[in-house]
């Protein structure tokens, strides 16, 4: 999917957005589901041209990605901007750069968290479908 077709997805499928990457936690996650791949992240610079900022789903602000913020760019540095390239690749959590949103990539959706009630969820199916990994959480109603 192109980067705001992944969005929308994310976001009406899951109640969600594309997965970002605030730190060595989150890239060897990542790094660990996807091999060698280049997958879209939630990063981009189409809202304000020039400053990146973390995708929070549709109907909310972006956050921005500040200087001194963990990135994966080449050295460290972000790059120029570029108004043929405002969404962010990263391979493998290894490396970020900027790429056409237009492109299709394989992508990664995040949702916040919510607490699962303690003795009342069970995992009911775990299943590759395509291009992603789908793992289905049944909660039991109270009693």
């Known amino acids: 999917m192109t980067w705001n077709e992944a969005r929308s997805y994310c976001s009406n499928v899951?109640?969600?957005?594309?997965?970002?990457?605030?730190?060595?936690i989150?890239?060897?996650?990542?790094?660990?589901?996807t091999a060698n791949t280049e997958y879209w992240i939630g990063l981009s610079d189409f809202e304000t041209p020039g400053t990146f900022?973390?995708?929070?789903?549709?109907?909310?602000?972006?956050e921005p990605l500040n200087s001194g913020d963990y990135n994966l760019?080449?050295?460290?540095?972000?790059?120029?901007?570029?108004?043929?390239?405002?969404?962010?690749?990263d391979i493998a959590g290894q490396t970020w750069y900027q790429d056409d949103c237009n492109k299709k990539k394989y992508f990664v959706c995040e949702r916040a968290s919510q607490q699962l009630p303690v003795g009342r969820y069970a995992?009911?199916?775990?299943?590759?479908?395509?291009?992603?990994?789908?793992?289905?959480?049944?909660?039991?109603?109270?009693?």
Not at 54 to 62: F, H, Y
């Open 53 to 62: 900022a973390w995708d929070r789903g549709l109907n909310k602000p972006m």
């Open 73 to 89: 760019w080449t050295n460290g540095q972000q790059p120029e901007y570029n108004a043929n390239k405002t969404c962010v690749t």
């Open 14 to 24: 899951y109640g969600g957005y594309l997965k970002d990457d605030l730190n060595a």
């Open 123 to 143: 995992f009911s199916a775990r299943n590759c479908q395509g291009e992603y990994y789908n793992v289905k959480v049944q909660i039991s109603p109270d009693t």
């Open 26 to 33: 989150d890239s060897s996650y990542l790094k660990s589901l």
